[in-house]
């Protein structure tokens, strides 16, 4: 059972533009949801993340938008650059001490000069 | 600061032989400690976590096992690897504090190849 649904699975995206990933979730026992960024070869880097009482986060050129009744949110990446080109997860972690993340499927993002 | 450490960096190891993966953490006390292994491609599957010392959950069933000798020391292992078991495997931490959990940074990985 998946319980957190990201899409699209790869996107590319023309230097410059927006990039715009979603994710949707299940579980309601989530307390907190970010977004990673992985290169090749690398771990995941925590990118941005939110708390659900909040309804957008932004930082620099990445905001994170959270919709709780619908159970979904989403990473826009302004003014998209080709060092920007990795792939994206977004996860939701269990409220609680044992703070177990949860991932999405990944979306890898390519941008082209 | 909070530094990971895993190795090795790269492995290749024969199908039925065993496996010994190793993760430990500086600069903080008692944190939570996880394994995620990734398949090519694919998104992050949690194996374990670990509350404390000798204290393992396993999310999912499988050929592995995770132990918790010390502290800030996580270990990942087989008796026997399966082809299956190939793939990128991650250790993280976190700081439990007060019903939260604070961080959750990874560490760089080893990338395992089962022949």
């Known amino acids: 059972q998946q319980q957190v649904k990201q899409s699209p699975q790869s996107l590319i995206v023309q230097k410059g533009g927006i990039s715009i990933i979603n994710c949707a979730y299940e579980?309601?026992?989530?307390?907190?949801f970010p977004w990673y960024q992985q290169f090749p070869g690398k771990g995941p880097a925590l990118l941005i993340a939110?708390?659900?009482?909040?309804s957008e986060k932004k930082e620099g050129r990445f905001t994170i938008s959270f919709n709780k009744s619908a159970k979904q949110f989403s990473l826009h990446i302004m003014d998209s650059q080709p060092g920007d080109s990795a792939t994206y997860f977004c996860a939701a972690r269990y409220a609680g001490n044992t703070g177990k993340l949860i991932f999405g499927q990944g979306t890898t993002l390519q941008v082209k000069p | 600061s909070q530094t990971i450490h895993q190795w090795p960096a790269t492995l290749v190891q024969p199908v039925g032989s065993p496996l010994s993966l190793e993760c430990t953490v500086e600069g903080t006390s008692n944190p939570n400690l996880y394994w995620y292994r990734q398949a090519a491609g694919r998104g992050l599957q949690l194996l374990f976590y670990s509350v404390g010392i000798g204290q393992i959950s396993s999310e999912v069933p499988q050929n592995l096992s995770a132990s918790r000798p010390q502290d800030r020391q996580f270990i990942l292992s087989s008796k026997k690897l399966l082809l299956s078991d190939s793939g990128f495997y991650l250790c993280?931490?976190?700081?439990?504090?007060?019903?939260?959990?604070?961080?959750?940074?990874f560490g760089s990985g080893t990338r395992l190849t089962v022949v």
């Open positions: 939110i708390r659900p009482d909040v």
């Open positions: 579980n309601t026992a989530f307390d907190y």
């Open positions: 993280a931490w976190s700081v439990p504090r007060q019903g939260f959990t604070y961080g959750y940074t």
